[in-house]
């Protein structure tokens, strides 16, 4: 099982980004999946998170600007990200609990580097 994260670039201040994550290989059903961050010199952190049929969580950080969404029939996470701000610079790593082979097992994607600069 693989997490693939696309959708990184550099965006000036208030503008937007979509972040993608497939998901590929013997996959049964995924269950939560979620976005973190990393800026230079900190901390990992969540950004969004969503289980199956439950509302999703934010970071107070992101809330009104960033949407988390899946296509479960894709096998794909988006976060969608309006009207970004220079903190947002960071490398974006896409996360998710997956049934594989009658296993649960969580999974990091590689990391898409955001940069929110004018």
């Known amino acids: 099982v693989q997490l693939q994260a696309s959708g990184g670039g550099l965006v000036q201040p208030g503008g937007f980004l979509r972040l993608s994550c497939a998901a590929s290989?013997?996959?049964?059903?995924?269950?939560?999946v979620a976005w973190y961050r990393q800026a230079p010199g900190k901390l990992r952190e969540l950004v969004a998170a969503v289980s199956p049929g439950t509302n999703p969580n934010y970071a107070d950080s992101v809330k009104g600007r960033f949407t988390i969404s899946r296509d479960n029939a894709k096998k794909t996470v988006y976060l969608q990200m309006n009207s970004l701000k220079p903190e947002d610079t960071a490398v974006y790593y896409c996360?998710?609990?997956?049934?594989?082979?009658?296993?649960?097992?969580?999974?990091w994607g590689q990391g898409t580097l955001v940069t929110v600069s004018s």
């Open positions: 290989g013997s996959i049964s059903s995924i269950n939560t």
């Open positions: 996360n998710a609990d997956i049934w594989s082979q009658s296993k649960l097992v969580n999974y």
